[in-house]
């Protein structure tokens, strides 16, 4: 009767599981994330019930609901196995599973069942009748499943390890949580030049707690490399290797560790060793077209004339990897700009513009990834195409955006320097200095851009567009 599926469905709606933690499918690479979890399932003993109720969620996003109550068997399985005397936390977020799961699967009187379970089981947990029961682990688990969402995520997902370690400050577990997630938000502040949050003390706070986690070693070291201390960064990568040398998500990062130190021939030889455990992992592929990248650019830069057939077979090892990532991943943003940079190296320059405007049509990029895309893509009119005029359209699509970042800086730098370099080339046109007069507007440079704008009137006196913005520049003065 209905009556009974709206109290069913405002039942479901207050459980704390996946189902309700709004996790979009559009925001993630399902078979790339199925892919992930199932690494970690093999890697991470201690958290596999965390990992099999995300498996769960993401078998029923791809439509496979038998399939995601049987990792739902597993996860309670590992729960009972583990903590036999105690209704676990957890396994409060597998029951609210398994009632959605039931619920999609139109078997209701399943789902019933487990909402009583979870209700019973919150009364005895918190001796009062509220059955919403606000759990530290419960903020936690939900932290972890919104990491792995991605970027999007990364805000929400503080705010859970926030909350979970108000209760427990010196929950091991959470400040793993909280460390990763900083360390990650504050990477992308990087890019987009805002304020740093200072993820290196929660790191270290993390591995003190957490001694035997390599994998929060790795970061650490990482951010001590970042912040130019990067003797005692190596300290802890090679402590991590030690204690766990055969962990792929150990070895990424010390590959990463040792490309950006330089090593790159070391950075290769970790990296093969890691995809032969994980093949298929889009982030190591990736890593080691970093590296022949990198070879590429040292055989550029030291001599003059490098042997071609060495600078074609790093080319081609670089595009096989950039192409074996994003077969992995689809969303993958910089893979593809790199891709199609490195097509363009090896003048294969209509799969360069097709690889370009696939990355354009990613459906999660950020601002600061569009200012990339637009940096890049100029560079490629500019040095490939041999079109400044094209190239400077595309970098003022890049200014335009009116977030400061990395690729928002790379944008205006180029523009001043080629717009300059054509004036000085005596090229005279009143469009060079009309554009450099925006890019001074757009930088917040005002008395530049007047400079400019008169210069542009001076040459084409009756253009309107030069005229207006002169006059509006004036009276913001």
Known sequence: STISMNSLKSSLLKLECHFTWTLLKQDVDLGHLEETVDDQIEFFI???????????????????????????????????????????????????????????????????????????????LSNTDQWKIQLPEIYAEQGWALLKFGRKYYGRAKDCFETALKNEPNNPRFNAGYAIVMYRLEDFSLRQCEEIIPSLELLKHAVELNPKSTFIMALLALKLQDVKQADEGERYIEEAMQITPDLPYVQRYAAKFY????????????????????PKSAFLHHQLALCYRG???????????????????????????????????????????????????????????????????????????????????????????????????????????????????????????????????????????????????????????????EKAIALCPNNEEYLSALCELRLSI
């Open 295 to 453: 070879k590429l650019y040292q055989l550029k830069n030291t001599t003059r004339y490098p042997p071609q057939e060495q600078v074609e077979e790093v080319i081609r090892l670089a595009i096989f990897h950039l192409k074996t990532a994003i077969a992995q991943k689809a969303k993958f943003f910089t893979a593809h700009v790199d891709l199609a940079n490195m097509y363009a190296e090896g003048r294969r320059y209509e799969e360069a513009e097709e690889t370009f405007q696939k990355a354009f049509q990613i459906n999660i990029l950020f601002d600061n990834d569009k200012q990339e895309y637009y940096y890049h893509y100029g560079n490629f009119q500019r040095f490939h195409m041999k079109s400044e005029s094209e190239a400077i359209r595309y970098y003022l699509e890049g200014l335009k955006i009116d977030k400061e970042s990395y690729g928002r800086i790379a944008c205006r730098n180029a523009l001043k320097k080629l717009l300059e370099k054509r004036i000085q080339r005596g090229l005279e046109d009143a469009a060079d200095f009309g554009t450099l007069g925006l890019v001074h507007k757009l930088s917040g440079e005002k008395h530049k851009a007047i400079e400019c704008y």
């Open 46 to 124: 201690e958290s596999n019930i965390t990992n099999y109720n995300l498996l769960a969620y993401v078998c029923h996003l791809k439509g496979s609901n038998e399939e995601a109550l049987r990792n739902l068997q597993k996860a309670e399985a590992a729960a009972q196995k583990n903590h036999p005397d105690e209704i676990d936390w957890r396994i409060l977020v597998t029951w609210g599973n398994y009632a959605w799961i039931y619920y999609h699967m139109k078997r209701y009187e399943e789902a019933q069942t487990y909402i009583n379970k979870v209700e019973n089981s919150c009364k005895k």
């Open 259 to 278: 490309r950006r130190k330089g090593e790159v021939d070391k950075a290769v030889e970790i990296l093969k060793k890691a995809l032969a455990v994980t």
